[in-house]
């Protein structure tokens, strides 16, 4: 019992670090990314209009879904059956990730974000 806690805090702590690590670092390269993921040209009129790419989460929904369902249920499975009930947790939470994003509203992953710009 006191392994499974321990097991649990640690893994929680080490969740919480590495959430508020890469939030907390403002770095060039992030300036940078907004600046190849934004692509420019002009139309006819001589207006310069700029459109974002759509983000990680936009363009890889489905197999987020699908390893956070089964990473959640292989947390889940190791805490309650060990080796053999992570396996399977890691199965019925995959299952579970992809019944969510089947159900999830679809979206238009071909959708630009149009920014206009004047010269």
Known sequence: ????????FV???LLGLGVMIPASSTTA??????VVDTRCYRNRAGRTVCYKRANFYRRHRKAVN???GA???MLLGGLIGGRRGAGIGALAGAGGGYLVTKKQRPK???RRYYVTRRP
């Open 29 to 34: 390269a992030a300036a940078t990314k907004a």
């Open 71 to 73: 990473g959640a249920g």
């Open 108 to 110: 238009h992953y071909t």
């Open 1 to 8: 019992m006191f392994k499974k806690i321990t097991t649990s």
């Open 66 to 68: 699908i390893a956070a």
């Open 11 to 13: 893994l929680s702590t």
